[in-house]
């Protein structure tokens, strides 16, 4: 049994995880996740510094009961992951700083993870997870992206968003309508009492410069505007804002968007598998969904376990785990944190000589 402890700090969650595997099996002995909303919320988003501070305050804390839960030493540890990309580079450090000191300290290898990684490795803690290549779709609050996953962790992106993400989407209509943060989880909710039919919001595509449009990528700025002019216009009339309908009208035509281009890259690309991941991915009606859609298509749907859909470090202790079993790489102690890197990139974090 390999056993790792890992740390998430790239936005406004501190959480610190221990996990293991043996042969395909992987297993949570603690997970730990300290949210910082309550912190942000007044402030309709994450506040960076304020972010960074509170990592600051909370990680020792989050660190000893995550090895208390675990009933595991320290030093029966096997390797120390963080994120080190991408994500706010305060927060980053915080983390990062953490993990490698631990290293010293103990003498262990240190895995540097890409968050993206992470997300798309949390489907390793469902029962039945697919066996690459497959397709993922990533969509969290900072990201939405389609990513053919290779047998040995060759990741090639083959969609992503061209402004908003999703989950930044939902944040923003959430705002828009007056809900509280974060807007995906508060959507969702007075979503179930609308009626989805109620209005009509446009599904905005890319423009091809070769003309047409292309067809596995996503622009939800557009979206988010419609909902406003939408907004605007029911309060210039003076009537009352019906938001379960307004909410429950722009979750279906997110949910459908993602959907849609999923599935036609899927079957363009031969993939019989696909992946969802990510903070949005914990959005029953994008579940659904998905399930139903590409049942229709003999495609089968792995969705992230519900309680591992946000940023969690169980998730970055996987992507650690899954590396040191395909590759034994580990990175340099030198390796620092960046605030951006492309999916395609993960492999430079395990270089002699890092990227930075
Ligand atoms: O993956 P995550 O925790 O953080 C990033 O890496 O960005 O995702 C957070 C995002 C937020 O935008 C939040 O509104 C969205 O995920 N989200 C949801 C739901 N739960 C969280 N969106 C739609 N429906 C939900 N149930
Ligand atoms: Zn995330």
Redesign the pocket.
Known sequence: MRKVLAIET????TSVSIVSNSHDIYTIHSNIVASQIEDHSKWGGVVPELAARKHLELIPFVLEKALEESKISIEDIDAIASTVTP?LVGCLRVGSITARTLCNLYSKPFLGIH??EG?LSSILFSKHYPKAPFLTLL?????TELIKVGKRREMQRLGRSYDD???????KV?RLLGLS????????KVAKKGNSSKFSLPKCKISDKDGGFLKYDFSFSGLKTAVLRLVEKINRNGDELPIPDIAASF?RV?AEVLVERTIKCAIDNGLENIVV??????????RKMMIGEAYKKSIKVHLAPLSL????AAMIGAAALFRLKFSAHESSLKLGISGRLPIDQANVLYEKNPPF
Do not use: K, M, Q, R
């Open positions: 790239s936005c406004d969650e994500g968050h993206l997300h969509v969290s609050g900072g990201h993400a999703a989950g930044e989407a939902f944040d959430g943060y974060p807007g995906g989880p508060a959507i969702e979750e997110v991941v990510g903070g949005v991915a914990a959005n029953d009606t994008l859909c946000t940023d969690n």
